[in-house]
């Protein structure tokens, strides 16, 4: 997208920034934040969360700048409750986190007007870019069809049901394999 201005910050950096990231937030689900699970509160604790885990990065994504959109993530641990609310049966091992294996993307959003323009994949990329996980993994809303067809379309494949939260929605785990190339990029193979 023109002029799409895209930032790295780790969890230090993100900590000046994190009222104007709550502001894109509480911008792009304004229908939703009377649900409890989706006000901006919750979402600012499970913000601070992923901060506190290893492996924290996050791209901002400015247009003018100003923040039009962000996705960030961290490194699942061996103690991670990020598979404990899946519904379906997997292979023995599929769910073992080792502090090494899995980027677990945990946001990506962008404002209405950075739609359909490829600004949520150039932040998506840029957030994966070099990471030396095997493997990356995010959450759809299991009602969210054309979403998880687009995560599809970027090389993601469906793992599982997953119940994050008691009060969340329902939702999909998908998996993206993650290849390192000497140059640093990451993406499907
Ligand atoms: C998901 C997102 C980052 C993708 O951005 P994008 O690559 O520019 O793709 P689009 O916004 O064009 O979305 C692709 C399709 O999914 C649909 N879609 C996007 N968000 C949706 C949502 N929250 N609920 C239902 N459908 C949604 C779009 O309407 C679009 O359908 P279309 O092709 O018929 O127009 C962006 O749509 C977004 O920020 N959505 C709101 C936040 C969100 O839902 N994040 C994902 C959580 S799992």
């Known amino acids: 997208m023109d002029g799409l201005r895209l930032e790295r910050r780790d969890a ?10 709550l502001e894109v937030y509480a911008e792009i689900y304004a229908a939703r934040l009377g649900e409890e699970f989706h006000s901006v509160a919750r979402f600012d604790e499970r913000l601070g969360w992923n901060t506190e885990v290893p492996g924290f990065a996050a791209v901002v994504g400015y247009l003018d700048e100003t923040p039009a959109g962000y996705a960030y993530g961290c490194t699942l641990q061996p103690t991670t409750r990020w598979w404990n609310g899946l519904r379906t ?38 957030l994966l870019r070099g990471r030396q996980e095997e493997r990356a993994t995010l959450l759809v809303e299991h009602d969210h069809l054309k979403v998880r067809a687009l995560y599809e379309a970027w090389g993601y494949e469906w793992f599982g049901e997953v119940l994050p939260f008691p009060d969340s ?16 990029s990451a993406g499907a193979c």
């Open 12 to 21: 230090a950096g993100l900590a000046e920034i994190r009222p104007q990231l």
């Open 89 to 126: 049966d997997v292979a023995d091992g599929a769910t073992t986190e080792t502090g090494t294996r899995t980027f677990a993307l945990s946001e990506l959003m962008v404002v209405e007007k950075a739609r359909g323009t490829g600004a949520a994949r150039a932040i998506h990329d840029e």
């Open 169 to 184: 929605p329902q939702y999909d785990a998908m998996i993206l394999r993650l290849q390192i190339s000497r140059g640093g």
